[in-house]
Nanobody, 127 residues
Framework: QVQLVESGGGLVQAGGSLRLSCAAS????????TGWFRQSGGKEREVVAA????????DYADSVKGRFTISRDNAKNTVALQMDSLKPEDMAVYYC????????????????????WGQGTQVTVSS
C-alpha cells in the first residue's frame, strides 16, 4: 500500500506561484508513475501533469504547459508540482495519484489508471 499526502496549497494572487508536494509513505515511490489532478466546482477531475517513475518523461495538460512543472525525487519519496503564473481558473483541489508501473518511461494521464490517491490540497487564486 502507498499512502500519499499532498501539501503546499494555499491562497495566492493571480500571477503568483505555488509549489505542491506529494509525500509517499508505506512504500517507495521509485517504481510508481505519478500524476497530479485537479477538481473544481461541479467539474470532473482532470489531469494536470504526469511523470514517469524514472522522472525522464512528463506530460502536461494544454492549459498548464509552460507554467507548471512536475518533478520527482525518488530518494526523498516525493513528487512536486511547481505552479507559476497562476490564473483564477487554476483554482481547484489538487490531488496526487500513483500507480505501479513497469516501464521506466511510461506516463499515465487517465484517472482510471491510478490506484492510489491523496486527500487533496486546496489552491485558491485571487484575481
Amino acid at each position: 500500500q502507498v499512502q500519499l499526502v499532498e501539501s503546499g496549497g494555499g491562497l495566492v494572487q493571480a500571477g503568483g506561484s505555488l509549489r505542491l508536494s506529494c509525500a509517499a509513505s508505506g512504500r517507495t515511490l521509485s517504481r510508481y508513475p505519478t500524476g497530479w489532478f485537479r477538481q473544481s466546482g461541479g467539474k470532473e477531475r482532470e489531469v494536470v501533469a504526469a511523470i514517469s517513475w524514472g522522472g525522464g518523461s512528463a506530460d502536461y495538460a494544454d492549459s498548464v504547459k509552460g507554467r507548471f512543472t512536475i518533478s520527482r525525487d525518488n530518494a526523498k519519496n516525493t513528487v512536486a508540482l511547481q505552479m507559476d503564473s497562476l490564473k483564477p481558473e487554476d483554482m481547484a483541489v489538487y490531488y496526487c495519484a500513483a500507480r505501479l508501473g513497469s516501464s521506466i518511461g511510461a506516463t499515465y494521464t487517465s484517472i482510471g489508471e491510478y490506484g492510489y490517491w491523496g486527500q487533496g490540497t486546496q489552491v485558491t487564486v485571487s484575481s
